[in-house]
């Protein structure tokens, strides 16, 4: 019996690589491999990644050029049409106009995952363990993480959409420069009823973090969380906000669950890293996060779609097509670095939250 051979392995279902397969699913034999429980009934308690699940108007753009809506069950209220950046180094805070889709994380991942064609072949509750090339051909191991069945593919190239522990990134792209790595914490409090303070909120207090914390309302619950340097002090650092919120006049009494994942921060163009003609990166396994408020949706889809575009225009030939198509992302990110010291310098912030709108 001969053996299947995919063009292109994913390993990672989430917005970046859900929205590849569903890209290439019907032109390109794939094969996709996620440790989630993506496809049985969904429980809210469930851990997932650390994800505030705003999609800003760049996400909502790429969304619109797919010919994709939201559904509505998958958004939460209240609907976010106000930031607020909360300023704990010079005790000032000032709200923006930004409109925000409010969304359940993981029900805004499934419902992508729902998407995928099903020429595709989908294990999900699989462990990536690892792949070996001879030949032109990937040999692709993985294991049903509840059965510990082992099991393998054969692909022609491989795809990273696993996220900022990429392990297709460190194992196997060696000569990917190394990005610097945060701690996103976030806890989820019930508030016993639905929060109807519709703000996204930025807080900047270098007491905790140089990059920034935040809250977000999801019905019955706040979000509070941070993405904080790894160290000795990160949990001491994430109690600190806490306290200060409370402070704040914030009841943070019900802990509901608790989430914790690396996040990453490219602040050279040098940190963003495609691949190369048969190892490629998506979404934030190619560093592709905003440096300013650590928003991924945006990169992760627009990555994934132009990948797409490529590897159905030239398979063999796809990489320059992908980089060059990446440059607008790429950009975008090195404008937002060019702002950086003005954020993130307090004295600069004091002055540009302190100017009338």
């Not at 989430?14 to 496809?39: E, F, N, W, Y």
């Not at 760049?58 to 559904?71: H, K, R, V």
């Not at 072949?121 to 692709?140: M, P, R, S, Y």
């Not at 993480?145 to 990273?160: D, F, I, P, R």
């Amino acid at each position: 019996m001969s053996k299947k051979i995919y063009d292109v392995a994913i390993i990672g279902a989430a917005p970046a690589g859900a929205t590849l397969a569903r890209q290439i699913g019907k032109t390109l034999s794939t094969v996709v491999i996620d440790r989630r429980t993506l496809l049985s009934d969904y429980q809210h308690s469930d851990k997932s990644k650390p994800c505030g699940g705003l999609i800003c108007d760049n996400a909502q753009a790429i969304l619109t050029e797919m010919g994709l809506g939201i559904p509505a069950d998958v958004l939460v209220s209240p609907q976010l049409f106000l930031l607020k950046a909360l300023d704990y180094d010079n005790k000032q805070e000032k709200i923006f106009k930004e409109l925000l889709f409010n969304c359940d994380r993981e029900k805004f991942d499934r419902w992508l995952v729902s998407l995928i064609p099903d020429e595709v072949d989908l294990h999900t509750e699989c462990v990536f363990e690892g792949a070996e090339k001879e030949n032109g051909l990937f040999t692709i191991h993985f294991s049903n993480k509840n059965t510990k069945e082992k099991q393998v593919a054969y692909a022609k190239k491989l795809v990273g959409a696993d996220g900022a522990s990429s392990r297709v990134r460190m194992k196997y792209l060696p000569q990917s420069p190394k990005l610097p790595k945060y701690v996103g914490i976030e806890e989820w409090y019930d508030m016993g009823e639905k929060v109807l303070d519709p703000y996204f909120v930025m807080i900047f207090d270098t007491e905790v973090t140089d990059y920034y914390a935040w809250t977000i309302p999801k019905d019955n619950y706040l979000l509070v969380g941070a993405a904080l340097h790894a160290g000795k002090d990160t949990k001491e650092r994430f109690e600190l906000l806490k306290t200060k919120l409370r402070k704040g006049g914030l009841k943070l009494d019900k802990l509901f669950k608790k989430e914790g994942h690396p996040i990453l921060r490219p602040l050279q163009k040098e940190h963003i890293f495609e691949g190369t003609d048969d190892i490629v990166l998506i979404g934030e396994a190619t560093g592709l996060i905003c440096p300013f408020g650590a928003e991924g949706y945006s990169y992760a889809i627009g990555s994934a779609y132009i990948l797409g575009q490529a590897l159905k225009q030239d398979f063999d030939n796809f990489l320059p097509i992908y980089r060059k198509n990446l440059k607008p992302l790429k950009k975008r990110i090195l404008t937002k670095n060019r702002k950086l010291p003005l954020i993130y310098n307090p004295k600069i912030r004091k002055y540009i939250l302190g100017l009338k709108s």
